[in-house]
């Protein structure tokens, strides 16, 4: 298993969508609770892609970094924002893809990566051609709620172990 290389990154934004293909919106903040996700968000309410009923672990929160999607905008020449991925959380300074099997804090809440989220063709259909490409091995992360409490926007992300 992959050591975590020391971080400390910081929580740069939050979206949610309450329907499966509504465009994501910002919020400054939200109760994420364990075993359920985020307050309000599709999966939550049970109303994801594929979903037939409660969030599995790995639909309760997705996370991608700030710096795979300048990257993936440089190389590809491709402009979207955190919002245009449909991942909840923004983070900046958070190695994600060494955050498969570990349990990380963002604020008060503690989270638990489960794997990788790669994009998908249902991603492109909603955004734009060459996303998906643009994401591969970059997409983020998917986690799991462990300890329950509120994210806010500014929050720090750390190792937990």
């Known amino acids: 298993m992959m050591d975590i290389p020391p971080f400390h990154g910081k929580l740069l934004a939050i979206g949610i969508a309450t329907e499966k293909e509504l465009p994501l919106r910002s919020v400054d903040s939200i109760a994420a609770t364990a075993g359920w996700g985020l307050t309000g968000d599709r999966y939550a309410e049970g109303k994801g892609v594929g979903q037939h009923g409660p969030a599995r672990p790995d639909q309760e929160i997705t996370l991608i970094e700030q710096e795979a999607i300048t990257a993936a905008g440089q190389v590809y020449k491709l402009s979207f924002t955190h919002l245009d991925t449909r991942r909840n959380l923004l983070t900046a300074g958070v190695p994600l893809n060494h955050l498969v099997g570990k349990t990380f804090t963002v604020g008060e809440v503690l989270l638990r990566g ?16 060459g996303i998906k490409k643009s994401l591969i091995h970059r997409g983020g992360l998917r986690a799991q709620v462990v300890r329950s409490g509120v994210l806010r926007v500014g929050d720090p992300v750390l190792p937990a172990e």
Do not use: N
């Open 114 to 129: 489960i794997e990788l989220c790669e994009p998908c063709g249902h991603l492109e259909k909603l955004t734009c051609v």
